[in-house]
């Protein structure tokens, strides 16, 4: 599970994970290491794929120490507070065996029982053992950290771990990453870091009421006051419209010719995907280019003379527009394209309103080392102009989906924490 944080953690996490040179692409997918292997080397290999799974973004608190756990993971069940994975004996895994850790990643058991799938292993049971292997020998060799936590905060019945037992027999596929040998290789390699260590449907793909995955793999999925977005292959909702050079682009610098990383994905490029390697985002891209095109019949746009449309264009003109643009055009790699916008179109605005009420930091990467951010509105707007202006949007320039009122700007409102309106 990915969590946002603020710009100098993130600074923090970019400095830490400079200079990683050695490439998952270098190895084949199922390789096993022989038994001359520097342990250096595989270190090294570890650290990249640690990067790739992201693991620092959630094993490290805000303004807390790397990987000494405590930050917490607001679940749909209660809070999950993630655990210290430093060497230290006492309050980390410092005493812990490889089995163990293999036991804890890929399969869900850790030293106090089940682990919640908060913990992706439902995606990390498909990383190899060869890689498993490397990413023990990278993580057994962080500096301890004394860093006691209390991972379990979720009310009854949830805090009962043997629960799990049958959320796994409903729920989780203990199993390998398997090659599609119908597909390429870069093709498979893109299918082994999406399914596994970056773990992209573990935001991407709705939920059952259960938190377990539904079959609508990469379809979309609601987290934390944010809407991570339809990854299929149409052109409504999903990336129809990107070509696998955006999708690379996007992954590298958090922007491309149409949007701008925000949210939890911010986040994830910083930390993550912009230290892969070209071949490995690539290889993302191809995987993600290569999946069955999915049919999206989209609404009818509002009229022009809808009452809502009228207001929210005289409010978008004067709030929005300067950066924007009256054509919603943007400014390419810098400032959203608002024109037939995918995640304009998604049918969960959650991510449009927590932008307009709250604001959000571009992405810093090393390609773009000065995000654009979008200062927040909530304290400024009405909610009845934020509905409009996001209704007129939502339905403009090529784009078409519901209205919002402006009880649903309320309800966002609280729920994410934003400030209240000035009254007029």
């Excluded at 052109?235 to 129809?240: D, E, I, K, R, V």
Aim: hydrophobic share 40%.
């Amino acid at each position: 599970m990915i969590m946002t944080r603020n710009l100098l953690q993130r600074a923090l996490h970019i400095s830490l994970r400079s200079g990683v040179v050695l490439s998952l692409a270098a190895l084949p997918l199922c390789t096993v290491h022989a038994q001359n292997t520097p342990v250096n080397a595989r270190m090294e290999h570890g650290r990249y794929l640690a990067i790739a799974g992201d693991c620092l973004a959630c094993h490290t608190a805000t303004d807390g120490k790397p990987f000494a756990g405590g930050l917490d993971l607001k679940t749909p069940f209660g809070i999950i507070t993630t655990s210290n994975i430093t060497s230290d004996k006492e309050t980390g895994i410092g005493n812990w065996t490889f089995e163990q850790f293999d036991n804890a990643v890929r399969h869900g058991k850790g030293s106090n029982g089940h682990l919640y799938p908060a913990m992706p292993y439902t995606a990390y049971s498909q990383i190899t053992d060869a890689d498993i292997a490397d990413l023990w020998e990278y993580i057994r060799a962080l500096p301890p950290v004394s860093h006691k936590v209390e991972s379990n905060k979720l009310p009854f019945p949830y805090n009962i771990r043997t629960l799990l037992v049958f959320w796994n027999i409903l729920f989780f596929e203990d199993a390998a990453f398997v090659p599609d040998r119908s597909k390429n290789d870069e093709i498979n390699r893109g299918a082994y870091l999406v399914q596994s260590l970056e773990h992209c449907g573990t935001c991407h793909t709705p939920k059952n009421a259960l938190g377990g995955d539904t079959k609508d793999s990469f379809q979309g999925a609601s987290l934390q006051g944010w809407f991570a977005p339809d990854l299929t292959n149409n052109t409504h909702t999903g990336l129809g419209q990107w070509t696998a050079d955006d999708i690379v682009t996007y992954l590298r610098s958090g922007t491309n010719r149409y949007t701008a990383a925000s949210g939890p994905m911010t986040e994830a490029i910083v930390n993550s995907t912009q230290h892969l390697t070209d071949a490995d985002l690539k290889a993302i891209a191809a995987y993600f280019k290569a999946l069955p095109p999915r049919t999206v019949s989209p609404p009818q746009p509002l009229a022009t003379s809808n009452a809502q449309i009228t207001a929210g264009h005289r409010d978008f003109m004067v709030e929005c527009s300067a950066c924007h643009r009256s054509s919603g055009a943007g400014i390419s790699n810098m400032i959203p394209d608002l024109r037939n916008n995918p995640a304009v179109n998604a049918s969960n605005p959650d991510s449009l309103l927590n932008i307009v009420l709250k604001g959000t930091e571009g992405p810093a990467t090393h390609t773009n080392p000065t995000g654009a951010a979008m200062p927040g509105f909530g304290w400024k707007l009405q909610d009845e102009q934020i509905a409009n202006i996001l209704t007129y949007i939502r339905n403009s320039w090529g784009n078409a989906a519901p209205a919002l009122s402006a009880a649903d700007v309320s309800k966002a409102r609280i729920a994410i924490s934003a400030q209240p309106a000035v009254p007029r």
